[in-house]
């Protein structure tokens, strides 16, 4: 399926609040930063246990809590791995959230959320089931 | 398994836009919490009985309610918000030591879809209604505000979040689903995609999807939707999907093979699946003897604070 890619800039998330989405909005992906740093961020690793080359996103800068991965470029990370697709390659995953340890961010083997998923906690790592075909969208939940 | 009947899809399909209410019940907040007695347990064709007579519409019909074998030992959110407990009590106590003031504990965070709502696709009449193939409204919830300091003292190697994982989970993660049992979650819809009743279901919703116009090889690539707002093409391609998939019961013939697989992996590896329970046994455990350490001394040591 060929769709037109719309890029669209979201305002910052900005301080503590609860937001909540009229309909949450397109699926295309804001571009992954090649690090897992930050007060709230989400994270692939190419290789298991945390390591390899990161593509990471941070969640409290511009993010809205969902992506689909088709649009998400490639692992930016120094180490194993960089340059290669994010969507189907990850290995591993962090979701750290200091503070914030309650919610999860399910990681989808399919896009548009569908198929079945791996939980990565928050405060927490996960090496996915799979290491190929294995992350196609994602959805934060707390 | 029942072979998909195949009997003028198309006149189905526009029943299912006509009685929209009906073709489903739900409205797409289902947290995989179905019946007892439709718990993974394959039973007769919808609309029959045990006797074979013909009664009401079978409940396991209902594509947006589905369970599996595998349900029981995904961690519990009650058992999970015991585990939290804990950990906010040992963090809060580390912080202390430390001179730093506690932030006030998490809480649990609404569901935005159910834990299989999307497992086979879009089944939601009513999200396909809305929202089509977009996700639902859903709220970020308030997120605790920290100071430098708390920020410093939580984490690392050396904060106070790890060493209260580690207490509890004996990892350096905060407690989440075992890996046994996110294997077998994903190995199941992986082998129930290759068996005859599956590969037959997903024809027969492809050919009623073709028949009204909208070319898909499976259920799974019909997102996302690129669009910034749902689009009415999108919803009407999604409500098509939802009446195509209760036409050719195609949840239920999905939810049964992948059921039938679940159970023979389990039975395969009765010890592991043991093992998950105990360790999850030894967990709450900890966690009580955290919070029993906690009473006596809690409150007063908190108002230092306060």
Redesign the interface.
Known sequence: ?K????L?TLLL?G??????????????AAPNNGNCRG??AFCFWYNSNQSGSVAGWDLLTGFR??E?L?YAGAFQGPGNGQGVAVKNNAASATY?F???????V?V????????????????????L??TKN?NA?F???? | MNTPRLTAPLAAVATCFLLLASCSTNSGTTTGTAPASTRGTPSGPAGTSADGTKTAPDPADDPTVISLPLDPYFLPPADNARLHTALDRLVADCLRSAGVRPPAPATAPATVLGRYERRYGLTSAFGARTTGYHLPAHPDPTQVPLSSDQLNALTGPQGCQESAARRITGTTSYPGDAYLVRSVNQESFDQSTKTPEVVAAVAAWSRCMKQAGHDYATPLQTGPWPSEQPTDEERTTALTDVACKQQTRLVRIWNEAEAAIQRTLIQQNTTAFDNVLAERRRMLSEADTVLAEGTASGPGRSAAFG
């Open positions: 399926m769709r037109r890619r719309i669209t998330a301080t503590a609040a609860t937001a909540t989405l009229a309909v949450a909005p397109a699926a295309q007060a709230r809590g969902f689909d088709a750290q200091p503070g914030n340890c309650y919610g999860y399910r989808y083997y399919n896009s548009g959320w569908s198929g079945p998923w791996d939980d990565v906690p928050a405060c927490g790592n996960a090496n089931v799979k294995n969208s959805l934060v939940i707390g």
